[in-house]
Nanobody, 127 residues
Framework: QVQLVESGGGLVQAGDSLRVSCVASGRTFSINHMGWFRQAPGKEREFVAAISWSGPNTYYADSMKGRFTISRDNAKNTLYLQMNSLKPEDTAVYFC????????????????????WGQGTQVTVSS
């Protein structure tokens, strides 16, 4: 089992930056890839970004490229999402997720390739 705990969400103004974190514990050696998703009220869960746990590769939803940066610190078992130039439409609960099976990177945008999920952290962007 892998446990994931997000933190760092909050209320910010449009144009601000925010970094959310996700600490992994348990069988972290089994992690192959990790990702960030978000879900706004009344909307489906949306892929934000993903990263290979042992390599340099990162992947982003087209709408997030240039504003969001995913990174990790393996020594701390921590995943980060740096969000810049935030907009009100970025308001959502942000979830981190971990997958344990090696899959093609083209699949990382699908929630189904992640076995473990955190409880989420709320990010609210006011206009």
């Amino acid at each position: 089992q892998v446990q994931l705990v997000e933190s760092g969400g909050g209320l910010v103004q449009a144009g601000d930056s925010l970094r959310v974190s996700c600490v992994a514990s348990g069988r972290t050696f089994s992690i192959n890839h990790m990702g960030w998703f978000r879900q706004a009220p009344g909307k489906e869960r949306e892929f934000v970004a993903a990263i290979s746990w042992s390599g340099p590769n990162t992947y982003y939803a087209d709408s997030m490229k240039g504003r969001f940066t995913i990174s990790r610190d393996n020594a701390k078992n921590t995943l980060y999402l740096q969000m810049n130039s935030l907009k009100p439409e970025d308001t959502a609960v942000y979830f981190c997720a971990a997958g344990t099976y090696a899959r093609g990177s083209s699949t990382y945008k699908f929630p189904s390739v992640y076995a473990y999920w955190g409880q989420g952290t709320q990010v609210t962007v006011s206009s």
